[in-house]
């Protein structure tokens, strides 16, 4: 079975520019989660989707952040337009029932690079 | 202060010893907490889920303390493959389920 997919795993841009992130959970998973890490601090939650509806957002750095989940499948994380800080790995999660008592299988994460 | 403390480490140990490491969290309302591997530039995976009553997984055992709020993970016999990042990890109270990183302990097991 196919584990949670990320594309692209790396991405370089110029400070600026438009990028778009995008996760594949694993199929029948309704819950779908969207991480950071920031260079040499903790992975931060930044929101949660259940099936195609944003149960949680309040980890959202700013409004240059925008994520979707048409359908309940894959989601998309667009920066637009990117900063410097917004550097750092990004992982997007999936889960079954909700995270409590339930794993939460990680996606191998994009590397974004804005330079 | 953070949510989620550990120290960073490196825990550089020798094949074979038993290493423990600790983590606090503030939330006394937290609901669920699980120790995550992360092997350099790859994902974080499931170690172990942490209960009340601890639980152990072959040569890992976790403890978690209500009343303190603090988790523990004693690995015993450390091996080579051990090496990695510990992630301490709580989920919050009831109504969100988002996971509450620490930032993580290295450990470096050593031939």
């Known amino acids: 079975e196919a584990g949670v997919t990320q594309f692209p795993s790396h991405s370089v841009i110029e400070k600026g520019q438009t990028v778009t992130l995008r996760c594949d959970p694993i199929?029948?998973?309704?819950?779908l989660y969207w991480y950071r890490r920031v260079m040499g601090k903790e992975i931060k939650f930044l929101l949660h989707?259940?099936?195609?509806?944003?149960?949680?957002e309040s980890g959202m750095p700013n409004n240059r952040f925008l994520a979707e989940r048409t359908g309940g499948t894959y989601s998309t994380l667009k920066v637009q337009p990117a900063e410097l800080e917004d550097s750092g790995v990004y992982f997007c999660?999936?889960?079954?029932?909700?995270?409590?008592?339930?794993?939460?299988?990680f996606g191998q994460g994009t590397r974004l690079t804005v330079v | 202060r953070k949510e989620v403390e550990q120290d960073p480490g490196p825990f550089n140990v020798p094949e074979g010893a038993t290493v423990a490491f600790n983590c606090t969290y503030s939330?006394?309302?937290?609901?669920?907490f699980f120790w995550y591997r992360q092997d350099c530039r790859k994902e974080p995976k499931l170690l172990m889920s942490?209960?009340?009553s601890g639980n152990e997984d072959g040569r890992f055992t976790a403890q978690l303390n209500r009343a303190s709020q603090y988790i523990s993970l004693l690995i015993r016999d450390s091996k080579l493959s051990d090496s990695a990042t510990y992630l301490c990890?709580?989920?919050?109270?009831?109504?969100?389920?988002?996971?509450?990183f620490g930032t993580g302990t290295r450990l470096k097991v050593l031939a």
């Open positions: 989707f259940v099936k195609e509806s944003k149960q949680d």
């Open positions: 199929s029948g998973h309704d819950n």
């Open positions: 990890v709580v989920n919050k109270a009831s109504g969100t389920y988002k996971y509450i």
């Open positions: 939330n006394s309302a937290s609901q669920s």
């Open positions: 942490v209960y009340s």
């Open positions: 999660a999936s889960s079954l029932g909700g995270v409590a008592n339930t794993e939460a299988f």
